[in-house]
């Protein structure tokens, strides 16, 4: 009898103790999970003539970072640097007025481009790079062009004239391409394929001006991005942009390259229609797209374009977000964003968005 009475009790306490097991199991792996993330590897260099940093979370991840700093390299030396080497880039520059052989990548990349500059009507075009090279704004020869030389380097300046084949690409003879407003966000797409590839959990790739988040954030919460303050120092923010996973982030600002004569500042990004620096009233603009390429060319056009102007371009691409800071510290985010950004820089008040 007395076995049989205990019996039940004992199987009860089995089970208690097995639930209370697994119960501080449970709760141990998510306290694992949510105070010790494993750390990113971590690797930083220059490629594409700018700052590279990159943080990858997962399996091999010493080894993926290693991998994207030479794959960005790689990108640069064969396809994208314009003026120097060999690249396809530099020998459709070098051969203007004959088709060139190059790559499935430059070839395709390139009819991005084109098509690109058709959207953004020209405020964004590839071939600005006589009007880049007679400014050098930020190089040994910078300087204010008189107003013949601009007209003759702007008349240079057409994607229409840009033959895009599938294996080779043809320019018009005194024309010149440059790839400097997209190459870095173009990157940012070819690291996302290497980063599957390499089975990695997450990653964050930043490419001078341009950001790739991968995958989401392990510590669980969203991506916070910091935006630099386009009157600040290098490392002050204008605020934050908190983000979900698999996106994009490019910035443009006028503070990037720039000098100054009488009061007027020039800066690296020019206007295509005017053949001198963009003056639209906007210092910094940063978009936000799933694609790198999207957001690079975006940034650098919308800033081309102007805060008003923008707005029907960013329309037109698919789910194109943007930060926008005018000349009188005005600050503007596309509706997208707008629960996304918090402003943390003093002197900049927020615009009301149209
Ligand atoms: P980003 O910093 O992405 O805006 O790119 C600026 C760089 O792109 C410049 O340094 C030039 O090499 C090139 N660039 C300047 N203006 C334009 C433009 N309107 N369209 C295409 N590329 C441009
Ligand atoms: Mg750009």
Known sequence: MTHTRNHPR???IVSAVIAAVCT???AGLLIYDAVC??????????AMGTVVTAKV?????????RAVLDRLAALDKNCLSA????????????????????SSYTAELLSHLIQAASQTDGAFDPTVGALVQLWDIGGPDERIPSASEIDGARGSVD????????????????????TGAAGKGAACDEIRELLQTQNAESAVISVGGSILLYGKNPEGDPWSVGIRDPRGESSDRLGTLELGADLCISTSGDY???FERDGIRYCHILDPRTGCPARSGLISVTVV???GVISDVLSTACFVLGYERSLPVLESFDNAQAVFVTDSREVYVTPGLADHFTLAAAGYTMGASS
């Open 57 to 65: 979370w997962g399996p091999s991840g010493d080894q993926t970072a």
């Open 159 to 178: 994607w229409r004239q840009v033959q895009v084949h599938s294996d080779s690409v043809q320019i018009r003879k005194g024309q010149s391409l440059d």
């Open 10 to 12: 004992w199987g009860a």
């Open 83 to 102: 003026y120097e080497g060999d690249s396809d880039i530099a020998r459709i520059n070098q051969n203007a007025g004959s088709s060139v052989k190059v």
């Open 37 to 46: 993330v494993r750390a990113p590897a971590v690797q930083s260099g220059t």
């Open 24 to 26: 501080a199991l449970v």
């Open 256 to 258: 990037e390259r720039y």
């Open 289 to 291: 797209s799933s694609s």
